[in-house]
Every structure is written in structure tokens, then in C-alpha cells.
């Protein structure tokens, strides 16, 4: 049945002159489900900057490209699999890795990493169905990421997680995927009259019919016909296959098959390619009897690519697919025009112009100031005496705790480029093979983002490139991902612009691309959206692997602060953990100082006298000091009082999480002033206090002045911080 609105049909008779068939119905419905066409988002987020030093994303690839240098090119792609996730959690987050790496692949690029963001909903907390829930979703999104990543062989080099209520019952799952190649290995995406059109990998069944209308859609019913079925051993070794043809360059073009299926593949890669298609599907490899055209079409089986292939490499291609026992078949020819025709049983059941399928009518949705950011009231708020509960409950915090549980599952170093394992670093390190390295990070909050969606996604922003600069490296590009509840809705999609404008802002100031991204709407069970959750990804390339930044505090060093504190608890981790309000004054990026901060960090890493960095960003200074203390498995005595800030609340001065802030280690305080003092960038700083004598310093000590805001031993931290989310686990039953 078609998804597609009666001004839809309307405008498709009018543009085909005709009455479509019901193949070509059903072709359009897909290319044209929202999940396919941008059709809401497309003019607002083609406002965002795509052109930069080093950066190619034209060709119709499905990656983003990235010139790194000495004939090198990088490749990178976000996608989710959220729908599907929030139904079968393991079978869903698989695939949605499968799929990412597959777009990686189709450029001619080898998947080195992957990456993945999960939002759950409340892990604790009064509901317990919920929270058996939200567990039982954990757990197998986890596996189901865990055991496609490490049998395919691609490491799982970082993250990160979210808990929050507007995810109740549903989840978010993010991957990102980063590849590597030859410049002059990529794919061309070329195509000559008479080239075959080869269709690789895995046989056509019935599971992911419908996929892109499911992802097109409020989750409602559980659909589970609508989810694929992962198969990594297959594509692993489709992997090495494709990867040697590429290399004897027996491919001209190379697309994978994902939302909409072939339907889509073979309409995108016409119009890409400015040629026309012969199609035959019977001889599509099936793995189900009686299938219909039009499931063979818009079935979103996995582990599928389709390439295009001349005919002089015909029989060097098959011979590759036969030693790898990988299954194709040859479905059709390039031909002149624009148009693609298929056949089924010698019959033509569509003949329709790739640009008709591909080129939806772009909506133009309303939108709204949402109705409940005029309801929201500030509270009052009594600052606490004492803290040292506040930070031993705000570290074993679903939001903040060790992550080990989920990334030990993970194989990081499989392909020895891994430099920093998860959970070292504010960002994931890669060796390159030139002597450099590639830093990525990927970060996300809700939270902020439904207070403020501008704000909050600046901040989202802001972290992600913060996390690139802790590691050393030159920020060179960024990926998003916007991902909100109905567009219909218009104080939704007031929040989707929003989102989009702090991005352009951002990337003006900071002169870097877009080089990569994805808009998901619809993320909503039984009507409830979730909250705005723009996922953002940065990308740096860092020069001396021998500088590179770690977030560990060693003994006997000075700490600074590099940055600002203010008045701003909106949104923070402490007063949703601890005052279970959702008052105060959300964080603002000054986009100046951001860049003028980032910039001095970078010059100090550079320098090499920074011995342990760490950015501020969930749980403030006091909770950035911890992760430092608690990784370093060293203590501190630090003033914070001593610190920037324009705070009327000690509580502030500790928990607020303004932007732009660093705090950094060093052996010698007095060279690292002086590069800061000779760069005349007005940087705000201040040296807060000083790391343990010695390896296993047994306390963290905060003041205030003369007065002990916490005393704690550094091994009371260590339990609260490492056991928490391990133990809110440990009663599932799967």
C-alpha cells in the first residue's frame, strides 16, 4: 500500500503524464518516505557549509570525504537504526552498523573504526517496568553492536550514552563509521552505455520491506517484518572482496543497498550518474518463494551492494565473488537517457525518469515556539553545605559513570591504529600510516537541547570539537546527525531550526564543513517525541603521535583552568541528579572565546608541556577534576575559588557546565603561562591547585578559600565512579 499523500500522487501523475504503475508506485512511496527524501529538512540544512580545505563530497558517495594529506583520503558516515532498535535491540543496532559500513565501502574506502551514540530512557528511578526496560534495551544494543563490529573485524574506538525520560520505552542508536584509502583508490562513479549493473552480497528476502515508511512514521506498532536481518560474516568477507576489485579497479560505480532497497539504489545512482538502467528482476537472487516485484524492489535485505561494472572486467570480477563463495548476479545494463526500466517475466512493470523517483516535493512544514519553554519557571534552589555526597552520587550517575561495561564488549584495537582506548582520552585515536593520527569524537545532550535547542546544540558543538583539541589534533571537519520527533508537529520542527542555525553559525565562525550527515524524524512512541537530540561529530588530524593529549592527572603537577564559569545550571547534570529541577539558566557559547580557548589549548598540547587534559563538560569542574583523578589514579588539593567565574553560588562555581572550558596538568606552571601570556589571546585562566606527590594519592580535596567543600579518599571516588552502571544491570534477565 502506498504511503504517499493525495497531493503526492497529484504531483507524481502531473510530472509522469500518465498514471504510474503500481511497481513505480510503490518505487516513488519509498524514495519519497521522509526517511529517503529529506523532503521537510533539505532546504534548511543545504544552507550548511559543505566546502573546505581538503574536503570532496561531491560524486554522489554516500560518505563525506576528507583530504588528510600525502595521497591519503579519509571517509566518514553517520547513520541510525532507531525504529528497529527500540523493537529487536540486538538485530536493529547490528544492522544499523552493517549499514554505515556499507556507505563506507561503496566510496572504495576500508572501514577502520566505528563509533556509536545510545539513548536510552530512565535505568532508574521510580518505574520499574521502565527500568527493566530501558535495560533490556541496554544490554542488547550493546551485543547486538559488539558482536557485528568484532566479527567483521572493525574496531569499536568510542562513544558515548545518554539516559533520559523522553526515551522511555524507545532508544537511539547512532553509529559512526570512519574509512581509509588511497586517494587515488576511490571510487570514480562513473558509468558507460552497456556497463552491467551487478547485484552483490546477500539474497533478496522479505525482511525490511516497508523500512523507510516504518522509519517515516511515529513508532506504533512494532513492526518487526520492517527489521533486517544482520549477517557479519558475509560482510566480512564482501568486505575484502570489494575491497580487491577495487583495488584491480575492475568497479566504475558502487552504491549500497539500505532505505528503500533496490528501488532506491537504482534511482539515486541514475540520477547521480546522469544514465538510464535496464533492469531484469527475476534474476535477482531470492531467498524467499513467491515474492512480488515490489518486494524484491523495496526489500532492505542486508549485506547487499550494487556496482556497476564494464564488460571487459566481467569475468575478473565473477572470478573474485566465486574465490570469496560470494553470491551475485548481473540484473541489468546502463543505457542511454534518464530513465530506469524494469522487467519481471519479460514484462516491463516500470519505465520511469530516475529524477522523478529521486526528487520529492520538498514541504514546507510550520513551525512554533514550543509552548513549554513559556511555561518553564526558574525556581529556587538552596546552595548545599556539604558536597561530599553530591559528587560520589553525581559520579556513580547513569549520565556520568564508567562506560567500561559497554566498551570492554567492544574489540577497540583489532588493525593495530588504535592509540587511545576508550575511556583514555576525551577523543578516539587512530595511527595513520604517514605518522600522523585522526581524532574523532562524537557527543550529544538532550537535555539542553529541549531547554534550548540553539543553545544547546551550540554546546553540542562546542564539546565535540573540545574533545579533538584534548587529543591534540587540528579540527578539520564536522558530522551531524539531527534527530527529533514528528515534523508535523511545528514546536518540534521549530526545534530542528533552531538545531540547523547554531550549526551554520558555528561552522562560520570555526570555517569548517559539514562534511556528513543525517536528519531522522519521527522518533516518538504512541504520540510522545523525544526530546531535540542532535548528535554532533568531530573530525581533527593530529601531527606528533608523541603529543598526543590524555585525560589522566599525574603526581606533582600544577592545575589550571583554562576559561570561564557562570551563573548557568539549566540543564546541568547536578540539578537533574541531584534537585530534580529543571530550572536555571541553560549554558551560552560565546563563539569567540570558544575558538580563542580552543586555539590555546592546541598551542599548549603543541608545546608539549601538558601532562593530563581533560575538557569540562557533564558535572562541571568538580566532576572533570574527579574523571581526571579517578583515570590518573591520582588525588588533589584545588582551590576553586581560584577559578574564572561570575558564580553567586559555590554550588555554581562547582556543578555549572559553561562552555569552553579545559582543565589541564602541567610540570612547569611558569612555560605554560608564558605561552599563554606571549599569545595575547586574552585567554581566561587560573591555576586551581596542585596533583598528589606521588602515584596513588589517596584524597581529593576541594575549597572553597579555607573552607573543605570535599575530602574524600580517591578510592571512595573510584567505587562510585567504575561499579554504578554495571550494578544497575545486574538483574536483567534476557
Request: aromatic share 6%.
Amino acid at each position: 500500500m502506498s504511503a504517499l499523500t493525495t497531493a503526492e500522487i497529484s504531483h507524481l501523475k502531473k510530472s509522469l503524464r500518465r498514471q504510474p504503475t503500481e511497481t513505480e508506485l510503490q518505487m516513488v512511496a519509498a524514495e519519497w518516505s521522509e526517511h529517503c527524501s529529506y523532503k521537510s529538512s533539505k532546504k534548511y540544512i543545504s544552507r550548511l557549509p559543505v566546502s573546505g580545505a581538503g574536503i570532496g563530497i561531491d560524486g554522489g558517495f554516500d560518505a563525506g570525504l576528507v583530504e588528510i594529506g600525502n595521497g591519503l583520503i579519509l571517509t566518514v558516515r553517520i547513520e541510525s537504526h532507531n525504529h528497529p532498535s527500540a523493537i529487536e535491540p540486538y538485530g536493529g543496532a547490528a544492522t544499523g552498523v552493517g549499514g554505515v559500513v556499507r556507505d563506507i565501502l561503496s566510496v572504495g574506502t576500508r572501514p577502520i573504526a566505528l563509533l556509536n551514540g545510545l539513548r536510552f530512557g530512565e535505568i532508574k528511578g521510580n518505574d520499574a517496568k521502565v527500568n527493566q526496560h530501558t535495560r533490556w534495551l541496554l544490554r542488547n544494543v550493546v551485543r547486538g553492536i559488539s558482536d557485528y563490529g568484532n566479527c567483521i573485524g572493525v574496531p569499536t574506538i568510542g562513544g558515548e550514552l545518554e539516559f533520559d525520560r523522553s526515551f522511555n520505552n524507545y532508544c537511539l542508536v547512532d553509529v559512526v563509521c570512519i574509512g581509509l584509502s588511497k586517494t587515488n583508490e576511490i571510487i570514480a562513479n562513473l558509468a558507460d552505455n552497456d556497463d552491467l549493473l551487478f547485484l552483490v552480497g546477500g539474497s533478496t528476502g522479505r525482511d525490511g520491506i516497508h523500512g523507510a515508511a516504518f522509519a517515516s512514521a511515529g513508532l506504533v506498532h512494532e513492526n518487526r517484518s520492517a527489521v533486517q536481518i544482520p549477517d557479519p560474516f558475509l560482510k566480512k568477507i564482501l568486505i575484502e572482496a570489494i575491497l580487491e576489485a577495487t583495488e584491480k579497479r575492475y568497479i566504475k560505480s558502487m552504491k549500497d543497498l539500505g532505505g528503500g532497497g533496490l528501488a532506491c539504489c537504482l534511482s539515486e545512482t541514475s540520477h547521480n550518474l546522469g544514465k538510464g538502467f535496464e533492469v531484469d528482476l527475476s534474476r535477482v537472487r531470492l531467498r524467499e518463494e513467491g515474492m512480488t516485484p515490489t518486494e524484491i524492489l523495496i526489500s532492505e535485505s542486508q549485506e547487499r551492494m550494487f556496482l556497476i561494472v564494464g564488460k571487459e572486467n566481467r569475468e575478473s570480477l565473477e572470478k573474485i565473488f566465486v574465490k570469496y563463495e560470494i553470491g551475485y548476479s548481473i540484473i541489468g545494463k546502463v543505457c542511454p537517457g534518464h530513465k530506469i526500466k524494469i522487467r519481471y517475466d519479460s514484462k516491463v512493470i516500470a519505465d520511469i525518469p530516475a529524477n522523478v523517483v529521486t526528487c520529492a516535493p520538498l514541504l514546507n512544514r510550520k513551525s512554533a515556539h514550543p509552548s513549554y519553554l513559556k511555561r518553564r519557571q526558574v525556581a529556587s534552589i538552596d546552595s548545599p553545605e556539604h558536597f561530599d555526597s553530591i559528587v560520589l552520587d553525581m559520579l556513580s550517575s547513569p549520565n556520568v559513570c564508567n562506560r567500561s561495561w559497554i566498551y570492554e564488549q567492544y574489540d577497540s584495537e583489532v588493525g593495530i591504529r588504535t592509540v587511545l582506548r576508550p575511556g583514555e582520552g576525551d577523543s578516539s585515536v587512530l595511527r595513520l600510516d604517514d605518522g600522523k593520527y585522526i581524532a574523532m569524537s562524537i557527543d550529544g545532550n538532550s537535555r539542553r537541547c529541549y531547554f534550548d535547542p540553539y543553545q544547546g546544540t551550540l554546546g553540542c558543538l562546542s564539546e565535540s570539537v573540545r574533545n579533538v583539541i584534548c587529543s591534540g589534533a587540528s579540527p578539520v571537519g564536522l558530522i551531524d546527525h539531527l534527530q527529533f520527533g514528528s515534523p508535523e508537529n511545528p514546536e518540534v520542527f521549530w526545534t530542528f531550526q533552531q538545531a540547523v542555525a547554531a550549526i551554520k553559525v558555528y561552522c562560520d565562525s570555526f570555517k569548517l564543513p559539514v562534511v556528513g550527515g543525517k536528519v531522522s524524524f519521527y522518533n516518538e512512541k504512541n504520540g510522545s517525541p523525544i526530546n531535540p537530540s542532535p548528535v554532533i561529530g568531530a573530525i581533527g588530524i593530529g601531527d606528533d603521535l608523541e603529543k598526543v593529549g590524555t585525560a589522566r592527572l599525574e603526581p606533582r603537577c600544577n592545575i589550571f583552568l583554562i576559561g570561564h564559569t557562570m551563573e548557568e545550571l539549566g540543564g546541568s547534570e547536578y540539578y537533574l541528579s541531584h534537585h530534580k529541577s529543571d530550572s536555571g539558566s541553560v549554558p551560552k557559547l560565546d563563539v569567540v572565546e570558544d575558538k580563542r580557548n580552543a586555539i590555546a589549548v592546541s598551542n599548549l598540547i603543541a608545546s608539549g608541556v601538558v601532562k593530563g587534559v581533560h575538557d569540562c563538560s557533564k558535572g562541571g569542574i568538580a566532576i572533570a577534576l574527579a574523571e581526571l583523578a579517578i583515570n590518573g589514579n591520582t588525588g588533589f588539593d584545588i582551590d576553586i575559588s581560584l577559578a574564572s567565574n561570575t558564580c553567586d553560588r559555590i554550588d555554581s562555581l562547582m556543578f555549572s557546565e559553561s562552555n569552553s572550558r579545559y582543565v589541564v596538568a602541567t610540570e612547569k606552571p611558569e612555560e605554560l603561562i608564558g605561552i599563554l601570556t606571549d599569545s595575547k589571546s586574552q585567554v581566561q585562566y587560573s591555576k586551581i591547585g596542585y596533583s598528589s606527590d606521588s602515584v596513588s594519592g589517596d584524597t581529593v580535596q576541594y575549597r572553597n578559600g579555607n573552607q573543605i567543600l570535599v575530602n574524600l579518599e580517591l578510592e571512595k571516588l573510584k567505587l562510585a565512579y567504575n561499579n554504578s552502571l554495571e550494578t544497575m544491570l545486574t538483574d536483567v534477565r534476557i
